[in-house]
């Protein structure tokens, strides 16, 4: 008789065990941490409906922008840890904004990456009334206004406006930084010719570049992107310091159980995985790229911050 209370206790334990992990059992939001209509917003909404296809329960973004992605980070931290209240993000959240916007959170301690899903650099353009139609006429006629020529960036303290800076700095142009709340204030004067260049994301520059609006001279990758193969990268045209590439995925609390991570891992996996969202992320101008490896995202996150940190005391990079 002991014997088969153990038994069923057992059996119980195993099946609460199980019900405990049944993710997901009730909706699931997602935080973007930026505006509607942006990168992160559009691969939250992308995988997001693919994600309520394939486990019957619904996905719903909520946008929280702000304080360079700290409010929609916090608001997520601030969630229980159940799986429930995810985010998704950009690397550049974790690995650059806070070197000069503090947040109330340590970005590689308190926030847990769960997976990358796609890959995205930044492109040098101009308008396509620019007379230079190649890097190196486009740098001549740079050094022929030393001092009074300009750059922009979406935002102080990124990628975009760290890529312009190093490439002015190598390449004796003393270039003035622009700095902008977001892609689409800065190429209206981009291609209003009241800046000279800036080094922006793809998925706000690829339409525009292939609309022949704007002039494409160099991408910020290991290799050229597969969006713009005529493109040179920063490194074949000599400039290996400006070579930049992010991850966008979504993120949760380091609080999270881990065979709830493994569920949740799982699931958005096989969603990011599907032809489908994978076209579309493709159609924006993302490198689609599913990882779901936490300890080498987070060595990866790591080294960017390091690396970006050693950017902004050298440049002492301030908001």
Request: glycine share 8%; with cysteine; hydrophobic share 45%.
């Amino acid at each position: 008789m002991q014997l088969h209370v153990r038994a069923a206790a057992a059996a119980l334990g195993m099946t609460l065990a199980c019900a405990a992990w049944a993710w997901p059992e009730k909706p699931i939001k997602l935080v973007v941490a930026a505006p509607a209509g942006g990168t992160m917003d559009i691969v939250a909404r992308v995988v997001g409906q693919q994600l309520s296809s394939d486990t019957g329960q619904p996905v719903v973004v909520e946008n929280k922008p702000g304080a360079g992605a700290a409010i929609g980070i916090q608001a997520m931290l601030q969630a229980p840890a159940d799986g429930y209240t995810l985010a998704i993000t950009a690397s550049n959240a974790l690995a650059e904004i806070p070197h000069v916007m503090k947040p109330p959170y340590d970005a590689l301690k308190d926030v847990l990456p769960i997976a990358s899903l796609a890959r995205s650099g930044v492109v040098l353009v101009t308008s396509a009334t620019v007379a230079a139609t190649d890097f190196k006429s486009l740098l001549a006629s740079l050094r022929t206004r030393k001092g009074s020529g300009t750059y922009a960036s979406y935002s102080p303290g990124t990628v975009s406006h760290y890529a312009g800076l190093i490439l002015s700095d190598k390449a004796g142009l003393d270039l003035q930084h622009v700095g902008y709340p977001g892609s689409p204030p800065a190429l209206q004067h981009v291609l209003g010719g009241q800046v000279d260049i800036m080094f922006d994301g793809m998925l706000t520059s690829v339409p525009l570049i292939k609309a022949g609006k704007l002039r494409a001279y160099a991408f910020s990758g290991a290799r050229r992107s597969q969006h713009l193969p005529e493109v040179p990268t920063m490194t074949e045209l000599g400039y290996p310091e400006v070579q930049f590439m992010g991850w966008v995925g979504m993120i949760g609390s380091p609080k999270l159980k881990p065979e709830l991570l493994a569920q949740i891992q799982k699931a958005v996996a096989k969603a990011a995985g599907a032809p489908a969202v994978h076209q579309k992320l493709l159609d924006v101008g993302l490198e689609p790229e599913i990882n779901t490896d936490t300890p080498a995202l987070q060595r990866e996150t790591r080294e960017m911050s390091e690396r970006n940190a050693a950017i902004v005391r050298k440049y002492e990079i301030r908001m």
